[in-house]
């Protein structure tokens, strides 16, 4: 059981915007900054998302961001085949002393 | 260019001691504003965060596995190595290192490329 909370799966169409979202609690999401990293097949994480709305150099706009109160969201807009790919929040806990992880959303692109 | 290379075995047997290296290049690990943790990934499963160093030594371990794991760095090897006992078929799993920043334990970036480790007799 993974202390952030993600739906499993979502899925959406080429061009469409679908959102992710992540839910966590005080010590976590609440209090610090929420980071997404994207997961293609087979490969290792990619940082996606730092610092609850930052884009990395070389992440195209069509990702951002957001996050209120206990909750965040990874919002991919113009949705393409290559977005198929697994996405994970994560933020530091403070009650775990240690960053914590979602379980992960397989995306899908119909 | 930031990368980093895990190296370990791909077998062990369950009950003995795991260890794994961090290779990194394009940064050192005498760096003061830079660190590098493990992180691991059950097969079809989350990722979880084990352990990060920094270079003054600085250590910090998972709560939930913190008496099975010890992490240190060979700065003139630029190499972080994390050693966990006590293996169960249940830490089957690709063990990743990645790079972090000081004060922002959470900005994994890059990663290695992970390297599998099966837990069997």
């Known amino acids: 059981q993974s202390v952030l909370t993600q739906p499993p799966s979502a899925s959406g169409t080429p061009g469409q915007r679908v959102t992710i979202s992540c839910s966590g609690s005080?010590?976590?999401?609440?209090?610090?900054?929420v980071y997404w990293y994207q997961q293609l097949p087979g490969t290792a994480p990619k940082l996606l998302i730092y610092?609850?709305?930052q884009r990395p150099s070389g992440v195209p706009d069509r990702f951002s961001g957001s996050k209120s109160g206990t909750s965040a969201s990874l919002a991919i807009s113009g949705l393409r085949s290559e977005d198929e790919s697994d996405y994970y929040c994560?933020?530091?806990?403070?009650?775990?002393?240690?960053?914590?992880f979602g379980g992960g959303t397989k995306l899908t692109v119909l | 260019q930031v990368t980093l290379k895990e190296s370990g075995p791909v077998l062990v047997k369950p009950t003995e001691t795991l260890t794994l290296t961090c290779t990194v290049s394009?940064?050192?690990?005498?760096?003061?504003?830079?660190?590098v943790s493990w992180v691991r990934q059950p097969p079809g499963k989350a990722l979880e965060w084990l352990a990060h160093?920094?270079?003054?030594?600085?250590?910090s371990y998972s709560t939930s596995l913190k008496s099975r794991l010890t992490i240190s760095k060979d700065t003139s090897k630029s190499q972080v190595v994390l050693t966990m006992t006590n293996m169960d078929p249940v830490d089957t799993a690709t063990y990743y290192c990645?790079?972090?920043?000081?004060?922002?334990?959470?900005?994994?970036?890059?990663w290695g490329q992970g390297t599998l480790v099966t837990v069997s007799s």
């Open positions: 994560a933020a530091w806990d403070d009650g775990l002393s240690g960053p914590v």
């Open positions: 990645a790079r972090i920043r000081f004060l922002d334990f959470v900005w994994f970036d890059p």
């Open positions: 610092r609850n709305n």
């Open positions: 005080s010590s976590n999401i609440g209090s610090n900054y």
């Open positions: 160093i920094f270079s003054n030594d600085e250590k």
């Open positions: 394009g940064f050192s690990l005498s760096n003061a504003r830079m660190g």
